[in-house]
């Protein structure tokens, strides 16, 4: 199969506003991929790689001044063939050895081929097809039930696996597919919620109230004294996070696997700042090894909140009632503190005491529910107090598969008190509906100040409403704060740039100030 096939798949279903259109296509291409083709292929269409790390970002690549190749030739085997030896280059001479092989790649590819490759291995794909989505296309192209396709990608964690198996043995390869204490399992994710009593109500009472921490996803593993840490994408960090090792390694069982979160405290037991938490995560194994446990000063504490399995036994389809007593009776004094089949009075009053407390929400989960990975269904809600904020409008982003031919996604700004320009804090394409979509490329080249073949930058005269969860410290943007989960309300024409809220506004909202 060569490369140029999948460079065309993805256009298409870049190009497509329907998502059976895109799953059609992507179908069409993995059905018409190799057995030894597909897990790159896969990776590939839903804008990852099969390799976890390849020592590659834009400065190389942009500095890569080589002709493009006339006529697609490449091979899907060739192409991975130089990204798995891109991630096994190290040591003296890595830098030069990569360059040598991004060029002799680039020299092969196409300009299509081109563009594609830098936007995957920079992140930057955003071709309209999430790895649900390419799921759902494996069980198209293999003819076989959705529903067997997601539990094995639970199970195996890996959706280039899932889909080799599912494209070279049908239903029966996976069903063969089973936990597997020490490889991680795709997480179960939360829905946003409406009020408390709006997600009391859909669960008939039968809830588990839950502290919703600002922390990292953890998913742990032991086998005897075996133990693994796993983040939310499934990277092992088990070397970075010694206390934690340490802490499960004590636990009174033979086996387990737990789900939760875990986060730096301060002295006085609040929660320090995410990003601290999620340095932690970044730091070298072998300087972790060395440091003595005196000498760290961000101390990860766990707080689990399931159990997958437990001394032999599967957990996964028992009803979280069961699982949450089973993780009690392992990790007892480390679980999230929760309130089962609260009253309403009980309900807000535990609500309040978790924001008190420093915490960003709860969350509201069905007692009966088994543990499904992804956001399937809504038996777990998160409720958290959103903010609003008056921004200006910097720029929009054109957009991309059902928003193509839009300008869409917005930079933020927040208004400099001292008159200078704008500070952005963000980006967001949430909230946008298609009338807001159609105004939005309609009216800002009227206020255009410069463009690229990316974006149309705006002089700052119009402001939109924002909500957003939080805000959070930020080494990305010039003003240290950036805007977490915002989305658009409406626009404001009754306000000027002059009447959009502060950058000293939006530095309230963070962590421990004010």
């Known amino acids: 199969m060569l490369f140029s096939e999948v460079v065309a798949t993805s256009d298409a279903v870049r190009s497509n506003a329907s998502r059976k259109a895109k799953i059609a296509a992507l179908a069409r291409s993995l059905a018409a991929a190799g057995a030894d083709e597909l897990p790159a292929v896969v990776a590939w269409l839903s804008g990852d790689t099969t390799q976890d790390r390849l020592g590659t970002g834009w400065r190389t690549l942009l500095g890569i001044d080589v002709p493009p190749a006339a006529t697609p030739g490449l091979a899907i085997g060739a192409v991975e063939a130089v990204l798995d030896e891109l991630a096994d280059t190290a040591g003296p001479g890595s830098v030069a050895r990569r360059r040598e092989l991004l060029e002799g790649l680039m020299a092969a590819a196409t300009t299509a081929e081109r563009d594609f490759l830098i936007r995957l291995l920079t992140g930057e794909l955003r071709q309209g097809a999430s790895a649900a989505l390419v799921g759902d296309a494996v069980a198209l192209a293999a003819g076989v039930p959705v529903e067997l396709v997601r539990r094995a990608l639970m199970l195996s964690g890996r959706l280039p696996v899932t889909a080799r198996a599912a494209l070279t043995g049908g239903a029966a390869a996976l069903a063969e597919f089973r936990l597997e204490v020490g490889r991680p399992l795709q997480p179960m994710l939360a829905t946003p919620g409406g009020t408390l009593d709006e997600a009391m109500a859909e669960f008939d009472g039968a809830v588990s109230l839950e502290q919703k921490l600002d922390g990292a996803r953890i998913q742990v593993h032991r086998a005897g004294e075996r133990v693994w840490v ?13 206390e934690l090792v340490e802490l499960v390694a004590g636990l009174p069982c ?3 696997v737990l789900d939760g979160e875990t986060l730096a405290l301060t002295d006085a037991g609040r929660p320090r700042p995410f990003q601290e938490t999620m340095s932690r995560f970044a730091l070298d194994p072998a300087l972790v090894a060395a440091q003595p ?4 000063d961000l101390l990860l504490h766990p707080f689990f909140f399931d159990c997958l399995h437990l001394d032999g036994t599967d957990l996964l389809d028992a009803p979280l009632a069961e699982r949450r007593a089973a993780l009690e009776t392992v990790a007892g004094p480390h679980c999230i503190p929760v309130l089962q089949r609260p009253g309403p009075t009980a309900a807000a009053d535990y609500v309040a005491a978790t924001l008190r407390a420093g915490h960003e929400g709860v969350m509201v989960k069905s007692l009966s529910a088994p543990y499904a990975a992804g956001r399937r269904g809504r038996a777990w809600l998160k409720l958290k107090p959103t903010h609003t904020l008056d921004l200006i409008v910097l720029g929009a982003e054109w957009g991309y598969g059902r928003r193509t031919g839009y300008l869409s996604n917005l930079h933020l700004g927040a208004r400099d008190p001292d008159g200078g320009p704008p500070i952005m804090v963000g980006k967001t394409f949430k909230g946008l509906t298609d009338a807001l979509l159609r105004w939005q490329t309609t009216e800002f080249p009227a206020h255009e100040r410069a463009r690229d073949a990316h ?6 005269e119009l402001v939109v409403e924002i909500a957003l969860d939080g805000v959070q410290v930020s080494t990305r943007y010039p003003g240290g704060a950036a805007l977490r989960f915002a989305r658009v309300i409406r626009y404001r024409p009754d306000k000027t740039a002059a009447d959009a809220d502060t950058i000293d506004a ?7 100030v004010g």
């Open 230 to 242: 796993f983040t939310r994408t499934l990277r092992d960090i088990t070397a970075t996070v010694p």
């Open 254 to 256: 033979s086996s387990v």
């Open 293 to 296: 446990k005196s000498a760290r």
């Open 455 to 460: 974006a149309v930058y705006l002089r700052p």
């Open 506 to 512: 939006v530095r309230a909202l963070l962590p421990g």
